[in-house]
């Protein structure tokens, strides 16, 4: 087994330029960060910020070379120019000092150094940074994606509010500052069944006519909300019982008490790294370069490029495979009542009462207005998808909260991932967007085999949406394929291949959706 010394880890994808030694244990971490004079960051700017410190910056962390055993460098996501300055600087000294040259993604260190500072083991992550909003868990060899933004970062949303008011760069804790004097004021909420968007929120935020600390604390509540209600879905999709918050957003102390509140109500673990952390930083890219080079990972030379849209999605995990046994729990409920994320499911007698629950982590206000208006439209798009030939569970009452309906019996199509059984669900959702429905929350645990004729019957309309827009339908498609990704990445293109196969049989646009849907993907990229 070979012994490993210190490994030397550079950070420098965006504003921080940042290098660190690690060990068994942080050893030196040092950060020279750009401050751009006025507005975000200019990627050329900062490149050349860095540039122009790099040597320092080695010098203040280097100063026993004998002992390095390997050099990490953030390889992406990131801004192209900083990366390369980055990526050059490393190759130089994996050369001069012949060790191995090992290429991190950066998404994937956040997540590395928060398990090493925090002890948890195998987490849903929500990720929020300046570029990035992403909730992330561990599966089957890799670190899946389960929702994510599908415009802009909420850092960055952040700061572009910021900057329309003329407040400093970073503008995410000035927000801060300013929110713990407002009240709430009605924003958009926009959660897209595993993903969100900012655009509208900062859109609106920007031309209310508001008092300034008002905005600040609703734009805050607002976007907070959105991302611990995709966090509550992945963690009751995936089964596990533990929550880290990483990236510099996760900073923000409301943030964090949002996640604490959602993971008490749910029974699991919430966990947040100190603030060193937190940031971009080198220590995060030196521990998961030693976690790499221990498992035998390494780069030649030649084969060390950035990849300024590196996914986390695509780094073979190999060191974490040990304790997967150990970390996947399943999420078991009894014969009589289920809590998914959103509601409290009871069953008697053949029927089922769905009925919404308070979240204490959103402001009441906000609560109140989402349950009353999911509730509503459920009832009226689950009538429409059934007058369109989509099987649905028929209703009997409902209430602002509430909805009785038929207790569909049958296996979760989660629990019977096959190409025959996929192919009738993209029958089914072609019916439903030729009907004018789009579902907003596709996934595999709401669409069930029904036991007593095997159709495919979809549940859970609570973020349905009447609409023919083909990126709200390219939203849907996107959000079943994630999931197929997340839940059987084996066989997901055969089981995309089959679901488009019978969406294409029911719906006349489904090309044109397909398309869009491809779109959306390459969107998730750090923007």
């Not at 078991?332 to 089922?352: D, L, R, Y």
């Amino acid at each position: 087994m070979p012994v490993f010394g210190q490994i030397l880890g550079i950070e420098g994808t965006a504003w921080n330029l940042s290098a660190a030694l690690f060990d068994r244990d942080l050893i030196t971490l040092v950060s020279l960060p750009y401050s751009p004079a006025q507005g975000g960051i200019h990627p050329r700017e900062a490149a050349q910020h860095h540039a122009s410190v790099m040597k320092e910056l080695i010098g203040s962390v280097l100063t026993d070379p004998d002992k390095i055993t390997g050099i990490a460098f953030s390889q992406g996501p990131g801004l192209g120019p900083c990366l390369r300055t980055v990526a050059t600087a490393a190759r130089s000294l994996a050369l001069a000092l012949d060790v191995p040259l090992i290429g991190v993604n950066h998404c994937v260190a956040h997540i590395e150094i928060g398990c090493f500072a925090t002890g948890c083991r195998d987490p849903i992550v929500l990720y929020a940074s300046g570029a990035n909003t992403q909730v992330i868990g561990y599966l089957n060899g890799r670190y899946r994606i389960f929702g994510e933004t599908l415009d802009i970062g909420i850092g960055n949303a952040l700061d572009k509010f910021a900057r329309s008011k003329n407040l400093p760069h970073p503008g995410g804790p000035i927000i801060e500052a300013q929110g713990k004097h407002g009240q709430y004021i009605e924003l958009p909420y926009t959660v897209k069944g595993m993903d969100l968007t900012f655009s509208g929120l900062v859109s609106a935020a920007k031309d209310s006519k508001a008092p300034l600390p008002d905005v600040c604390f609703s734009l805050q509540e607002t976007a907070f909300a959105m991302c611990v209600e995709v966090t509550e879905r992945a963690l009751s999709l995936a089964g596990k019982n533990e929550v880290l918050l990483v990236g510099g957003v996760g900073a923000n102390k409301r943030l964090q008490e949002m996640l604490r509140v959602m993971c008490e109500e749910r029974g699991a673990q919430f966990f947040v790294p100190e603030q060193k952390y937190l940031g971009d930083n080198g220590a995060m890219i030196a521990y998961t370069g030693k976690l790499m080079l221990e498992s035998g990972l390494s780069l030649p030379i030649e084969s060390s490029q950035i990849n300024p849209s590196f996914r986390s999605d695509e780094v073979a995990v190999t060191w974490k495979q040990d304790i997967l046994s150990e970390c996947v729990k399943v999420l078991t409920g009894n014969s009589t009542q289920k809590q998914g994320a959103e509601a409290i499911i009871t069953f008697n007698k053949g029927v089922a009462e769905k009925r919404r629950i308070p979240k204490r982590y959103r402001v009441p206000a906000l609560d109140r207005r989402l349950i009353a208006e999911r509730t509503r439209a459920e009832a009226r798009l689950i009538h429409t998808a059934r007058k369109g030939g989509v099987p649905t569970p028929i209703m009997s009452d409902i209430t602002t909260d509430t909805i009785l309906m038929e207790e569909v019996q049958g296996t979760l199509l989660t629990h019977s991932l096959n190409e025959s059984n996929v192919l009738e669900a993209g029958r089914m959702i072609g019916r439903l967007h030729a009907a004018g429905v789009m579902h907003g929350d596709l996934t595999t645990s709401n669409l069930i085999l029904r036991k007593c004729d095997g159709k495919c019957v979809l549940i859970d309309f609570g973020l349905a949406q009447a609409t023919t827009d083909i990126e709200q339908r390219g939203v849907d498609i996107h959000v079943l394929f994630q999931t197929l990704e997340s839940t059987a990445p084996d066989h997901a293109d055969v089981l995309k291949a089959a679901f488009i196969a019978g969406y294409t049989e029911t719906f006349e646009g489904a090309t044109d959706v397909i398309h869009r849907e491809h779109e959306i993907e390459l969107r998730g990229r750090y923007l």
